[in-house]
């Protein structure tokens, strides 16, 4: 005889355990997908979201998983050939930067294992070390899953800052947004990528980028971008249907009753 009661469970960092009332929230028929409710709703989530990430940039969401983002991020920003600094602290950060290689990025990758968190001295001497600024971008994960190190992203900034350096700097922040502390504008990160099936506790599906008005500027000077993944008509649509250019997902963002009300 089984004692078990409701839902089984799988405990692992992604999808996490979605809860009761996300489940329910999804449960309905699908709406109008370019008028009324779902716009408002949209709308709300991102202004929401940015208040969550402690930002006054932009929200950019992607029908897509972290991977997804990942690539949005860089090839909004890069050319080809563009050198890249990559700090990884367990196993995201490499995939980030092997990402970044296929996409025939110059990487260059501090790794600092699966033990410790960032060697500022590290960082430091590499930046001082690059005279003619190549570098365009810092990338880092604030948490790895793989080794679940937990970095200072305000201190890779700060140090970014203490070497004058002019990279862009890009957070992954997949695993832990909505667990872990993050301020973007505080902080002073450019770009923050996150997915919505670790923290955020929804099912895999949404992604979004958070831009702050330098990687904006950087991003209008990219000669082409695929349309897909171009975040420019995502954030000034002229239609609703360019925010996720194409169908919206649709149950992905609705509000439990009682949550979100929508007064037409
Ligand atoms: C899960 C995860 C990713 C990859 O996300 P997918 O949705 O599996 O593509 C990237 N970075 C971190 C830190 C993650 O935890």
Redesign the pocket.
């Known amino acids: 005889m089984s004692l078990s009661r409701g839902r089984d469970h799988l405990a692992t960092?992604?999808p996490s355990i979605i809860p009761e009332k996300v489940l329910t929230a999804m449960n309905r028929s699908a709406p109008n997908i370019y008028e009324g409710e779902i716009i408002a709703i949209t709308e709300s989530i991102l202004s929401d979201l940015a208040n969550f990430a402690g930002t006054s940039g932009n929200v950019v969401l992607y029908v897509a998983?972290?991977?997804?983002v990942?690539e949005a991020a860089i090839v909004n920003l890069f050319e080809k050939g563009d050198t890249i600094l990559i700090l990884s602290t367990g196993q995201?950060g490499i995939?980030?930067a092997s990402l970044c290689k296929n996409l025939n990025m110059n990487i260059i990758v501090l790794d600092f294992g699966y033990e410790s968190t960032i060697d500022f001295n590290q960082l430091e001497s590499v930046l001082i070390d690059d005279f003619n600024q190549e570098i365009k971008a810092v990338l880092s994960?604030?948490?790895?899953?793989a080794s679940s190190v937990l970095n200072d992203i305000q201190l890779i900034k700060q140090t970014i800052d203490a070497c004058n350096h002019p990279a862009l700097f890009l957070v992954?922040?997949?695993?832990?947004f909505g667990c872990d502390r993050f301020e973007m504008d505080e902080w002073g990160v450019d770009v923050m990528v996150t997915?919505c099936?670790?923290g955020l506790m929804t099912p895999?599906g949404i992604?979004y980028c958070f831009v702050n008005e330098k990687a904006i500027l950087q991003s209008e000077k990219k000669i082409s971008v695929s349309p897909y993944w171009d975040w420019k008509p995502r954030i000034n649509p002229k239609n609703f249907y360019e925010r996720f250019f194409g169908t919206a997902p649709t149950h992905h963002i609705f509000w439990t009753e009682g949550g979100f009300r929508y007064d037409d």
Request: hydrophobic fraction near 30%; glycine fraction near 16%; charge should be negative.
């Open positions: 960092p992604g998983n972290g991977h997804g990942w995201f995939g980030w994960v604030q948490t790895d899953t992954d922040s997949i695993a832990c997915a099936q670790k895999p992604s």
